[in-house]
């Protein structure tokens, strides 16, 4: 990977438990990564990063002097949070409300624990919906792994 320059690169704040346990491809102060790098790195198109800067949900991406986007450990690790709250099925629109209210600072703590409080019910619902799925399906398994073979019965 390529280090763009070494102006400093300033991130949308991130809430701490988002970084917890993260690791980069660089560490912090050295974490300059062009768009190609954080596509290959997050398995996110360049497309997409571009539409989730255009649509708010990727806030303050910097630039460098000639206008090539810079990103930093905190934006990677904005994005692979905004990866889980996009495998939990929370709409696009809500995501990017989301994104609103930790630009807006600290004041906005109970909404956005509101916002997971309530998508977390959710991901349980889907959850059990999904274990009884798999259920069905191991029955289904099991009962065509005892059934004689169509060939072994002519």
């Known amino acids: 990977m390529t280090v763009i320059d070494s102006t400093s690169v300033i991130s949308p704040p991130v809430d701490v438990c ?10 912090d102060g050295q974490d300059r990564y062009t768009i190609s790098e954080v596509a290959a790195y997050t398995g996110l198109s360049a497309p ?9 949900l990727l806030p303050d991406v910097e630039r460098s002097h000639n206008g090539q986007r810079r990103f ?3 934006d990677l690790d904005w994005l692979a949070f905004v990866r889980r709250l996009r495998m939990t099925g929370m709409p696009v629109a809500d995501m990017v409300h989301f994104a609103g ?4 600072g600290e004041d906005t703590f109970g909404e956005r624990r509101e916002i997971l409080e309530r998508t977390r019910r959710e991901v349980v619902v889907r ?3 999904l274990q009884e799925t798999l259920a069905v399906l191991d029955a289904k398994i099991d009962f065509y792994a005892g059934a004689p073979q169509a060939s072994e019965r002519a």
């Open 72 to 74: 930093g450990n905190r």
């Open 48 to 56: 997409t990063l571009r539409w989730y800067e255009e649509i708010g």
């Open 101 to 104: 209210l930790v630009q807006r």
């Open 127 to 129: 959850m059990a919906e």
């Open 18 to 27: 988002v970084v917890a346990g993260t690791e980069h491809p660089r560490p």
